[in-house]
T-cell receptor, first 110, second 111 residues
């Protein structure tokens, strides 16, 4: 199993641009989530999904959209990038309460 | 999720056991204790979890007190690669209950 994969690894955007961060898992996990981690800070939950077709907001959802059309994929869309969204983004999936994280996408918004 | 309290930082000599404490005095009966770690710039890594019995796997041991108000993660022979931030999280064993990360303990393993 590849586990949780994220693409791209690095991305630089200009203010106002939109983009989609990709996340995929091949473990058939029903639960998936997105976190962001600002420099020197802890992880904060953006959005999560408890199954295909079901998503919900986390602690910091503003400026982000998600969808879950398949069990495997959980993309995160930035609608109009802002410098405050400069962060490292982690995707995770869960089985029986234990969460498994991807390697992260490092996003810089200029 | 029950609130957890961890020391902000700890040092450990390479090859020695690292004992990381966690207080969770308000933990409820259906909440498990989970441990994760985050090595610099990587995604958090699941280590171990338990309800009330001590648990051991290839990475670590988890000792939970009888009253369940505190626990200790033990890395039996710490290596430099174990330098990381360690997070103790109390939550019920429902994957729909998302993780909430606190400050964790920054463990520095020194040669």
């Amino acid at each position: 199993n590849a586990g949780v994969t994220q693409t791209p690894k690095f991305q630089v955007l200009k203010t106002g641009q939109s983009m989609t961060l990709q996340c995929a898992q091949d473990m058939n996990h029903e639960y998936m989530s997105w976190y962001r981690q600002d420099p020197g800070m802890g992880l904060r939950l953006i959005h999560y999904s408890v199954g295909a077709g079901i998503t919900d907001q986390g602690e910091v959802p503003n400026g982000y959209n998600v969808s879950r059309s398949t069990t495997e994929d959980f993309p995160l869309r930035l609608l109009s990038a802002a410098p405050s969204q400069t962060s490292v983004y982690f995707c995770a999936s869960s089985y029986e309460g234990a969460w498994f994280f991807g390697p992260g996408t490092r996003l810089t918004v200029l | 999720d029950a609130k957890t309290t961890q020391p902000p930082s700890m040092d450990c000599a390479e090859g020695r056991a690292a004992n990381l404490p966690c207080n969770h005095s308000t933990i409820s009966g259906n909440e498990y204790v989970y441990w994760y770690r985050q090595i610099h710039s990587q995604g958090p890594q699941y280590i171990i979890h338990g309800l009330k019995n001590n648990e051991t796997n290839e990475m670590a041991s988890l000792i939970i007190t009888e009253d369940r108000k505190s626990s200790t993660l033990i890395l039996p022979h710490a290596t430099l690669r174990d330098t990381a931030v360690y997070y103790c999280i109390a939550k019920n064993n429902n994957a729909g209950n998302m993780l909430t990360f606190g400050g964790g303990t920054r463990l520095m393993v020194k040669p």
